[in-house]
Structures are given as C-alpha cells and as structure tokens.
C-alpha cells in the first residue's frame, strides 16, 4: 500500500503563502497522478489541484492563478505552493495519490491524513 504524509499546514494572515508537502511511501509499483482536495467544516470536499506524473497539471477554479502544483518523482513527493490566501481557503487539505501497487493490479486512490490551513482576516 501507499502511505501519504502532509506537511505545511498553519496559521496564515490573508494575502499570505503557504507551502504544502506530501511523500509517499510504502509498496507501490509506480505512482500516476497526485493532487491535493480540500474540506472546510460544513463542505463538501473539493479538487484543489492534480498533477500526473508527466507533468500535467490541473487546478481547481477557486484556485486558479494562486496555487501551483508541482512533483519530485524521484522523491514521490508532491508540493502545493498556495499564494494570496484568503479565508474562504481555510480547509483540511488532503493529499491524494493514484498508485499501481502490483504489476498486475488495478490502480487505487490512497488518502493522507490531512493537514489544517487557517487563514485570518
């Protein structure tokens, strides 16, 4: 299986940065896509950002031209770059991975355990 650990997470001021990261560990044949979702209390959890490993990217329309995505595969890690943050931006951010665990089984979605970004006003 497929371990995620996010990192990243705090307190920020609106108009802030934050950087979030996510490695994956465990016993994979290979990792497709990663990206990251996010849930705020009361919400409904949505896409933030995907990136395959390829290097194609999408984004969110909430996030679009704030947040970039990018991908260390040797490192099969993930890195969400959020700028100009706002309150409505504070959620549970969830990384996400698309992983081929066997040679001959199908691909699987593995969650982490989140990480919390506050952003004041």
């Known amino acids: 299986q497929v371990q995620l650990v996010e990192s990243g997470g705090g307190l920020v001021q609106a108009g802030g940065s934050l950087r979030l990261s996510c490695a994956a560990s465990?016993?994979?044949?290979?990792?497709?896509?990663m990206g990251w979702y996010r849930q705020a209390p009361g919400k409904q959890r949505e896409l933030v950002a995907t990136?395959?490993?390829?290097?194609?990217?999408n984004y969110g329309d909430s996030v679009k031209g704030r947040f970039t995505i990018s991908r260390d595969n040797a490192k099969n890690t993930v890195y969400l770059q959020m700028n100009s943050l706002k309150p409505e931006d504070t959620a549970v951010y969830y990384c996400?991975?698309?992983?081929?665990?066997?040679?001959?089984?199908?691909?699987?979605?593995?969650w982490g355990q989140g990480t919390q970004v506050t952003v004041s006003s």
């Open positions: 996400n991975a698309q992983a081929l665990i066997t040679l001959f089984s199908s691909d699987y979605y593995y």
């Open positions: 990136i395959t490993d390829g290097g194609t990217t």
């Open positions: 465990g016993r994979f044949f290979s990792i497709n896509a």
